[in-house]
């Protein structure tokens, strides 16, 4: 019973990363074409190589946080950084904030984004309604957002699934094609393995969101294996992704599509079906990842303080004021960043996160893994 309970743990944070990792800009394939797809057929060993990268870094932390007991990304840098935690965890403070306004902006580009295209409407005005959808959500929906999560995420991934597997089948023969012509224009090793590391560095700043789930193991070395476990998931997933894309990669105006996967299915098989399947999953997907960003920095702008609680009691209404001017605040804040379009937030905004990420997250934890031998020794 015990051990029953142990793999369900590590399943389930195993399925924390890869619900974390997929948001707008994976459902819609923007990030899996500008980080892997036009780099060549490097592409199919990259998101791969992505991921393993990942996997040792987010093992690591967790490994830490269920060996200190810091379940707070706070408390859990203080402990990590040590006696460097003053300026450390302040950085890292800086590096949060950068995410939690770029994440939930590429949700709100990426639901824009779908809905112009399936609609017609003008980008603008697409990115308004989403927005008033998330802000409305994030106000009186974030409870239930939360607890439907994981069955919405376990949804969109079956309809990716739906989608894609029948693409990848029936247009092979595109996919050989891709691969010749990628191999004809000798697209350099470097530029690939760049690109992938610039990806897989932007994702550590996840680091933040999954510490809180190490109380779940029984020990610390059910972290290793639950990130094995999201290892394959992810690995799985992205490569099927990278598949789906190269059917299309020889169209000319593939390159310029801001959703590609909306772009595959309407050239694809079943394009009348999956279409509108694919354009209401993605927008599903972008409007929870933001739901849930915006409540957090609400969470952070507002705090828990006895005077909210009071005012929330009083009034009948589990909101205050104060939130709902933070959350209306965060979602005008993100309306405005949105408007670079999604294209150049994922090429752009999450390159430059992870230059961010590279002194802040990336350096440090390599000391930290060799002074301490991979946390086998108390750090000097």
């Known amino acids: 019973m015990k051990r029953t309970k142990a793999n369900t743990a590590i399943l389930g944070v195993a399925f924390v990363w890869f619900t974390t990792h997929f948001g707008g800009g994976f459902a819609s394939g923007a990030q899996i074409y500008s980080y892997f797809v036009r780099y060549g057929a490097w592409c199919l060993l990259m998101p791969v190589l992505a991921m393993l990268y990942n996997t040792v870094f ?9 060996k200190r007991e810091t379940y707070d990304y706070r408390t859990y840098n203080n402990a990590f950084y040590g006696r460097f935690a003053p300026v450390f965890s302040n950085l890292f403070e800086v590096l949060y904030v950068c995410v939690m306004c770029v994440a939930p902006a590429v949700a709100f580009a990426t639901g824009g984004a779908t809905l112009s295209e399936l609609t017609g409407l003008p980008y603008l005005l697409c990115t308004v309604l989403i927005g008033l959808f998330i802000f409305v959500v994030a106000i009186f929906g974030t409870d239930l957002v939360r607890r439907v999560a994981v069955v919405l995420s376990v949804c969109i991934i079956a309809g990716l699934v739906v989608v894609y597997v029948p693409n990848i089948v029936s247009n092979f023969s595109a996919i050989t094609e891709a691969v010749n012509t990628m191999n004809a224009a000798r697209l350099p090793l470097r530029d690939a393995l760049y690109s992938a590391f610039l990806y897989g560095t932007f994702q550590l700043s ?18 290793v294996k639950s990130m094995g476990v999201g290892f394959v998931i992810n690995s799985l997933l992205m490569v099927m992704v990278v598949l789906g894309l190269m059917t ?14 909306l772009f595959m299915v309407e050239q694809g098989v079943g394009a009348s079906f999956m279409t509108p399947l694919i354009s209401v999953l993605i927008i599903l ?23 909210a609680a009071a005012e929330a009691k009083q009034s009948g209404f589990r909101t205050t004021k104060k939130e709902i001017a933070a959350a209306l605040g965060c979602c005008a804040v993100d309306f405005g960043i949105a408007q670079f379009g999604l294209l150049t937030l994922i090429q752009k905004a999450y390159s430059g996160i992870a230059y961010l990420v590279i002194p802040v997250i990336l350096v440090p934890y390599l000391i930290h893994m060799a002074v301490t031998r991979f946390d086998t020794k108390q750090s000097a």
Request: charged share 20%.
């Open 58 to 66: 987010f093992a690591y932390s967790l490994r830490f946080a269920r």
């Open 206 to 223: 996840n680091i933040a969101v999954f510490v809180q789930h190490a109380r779940s193991f029984d020990e610390p070395a059910d972290a």
């Open 248 to 261: 299309v990669y020889t169209d000319p105006e593939a390159a310029g599509q801001s959703v590609p996967t």
């Open 285 to 307: 997907g972008a409007v929870s990842t933001a739901v849930n960003m915006v409540a957090a920095m609400v969470k952070r702008i507002c705090g828990e303080t006895r005077q």
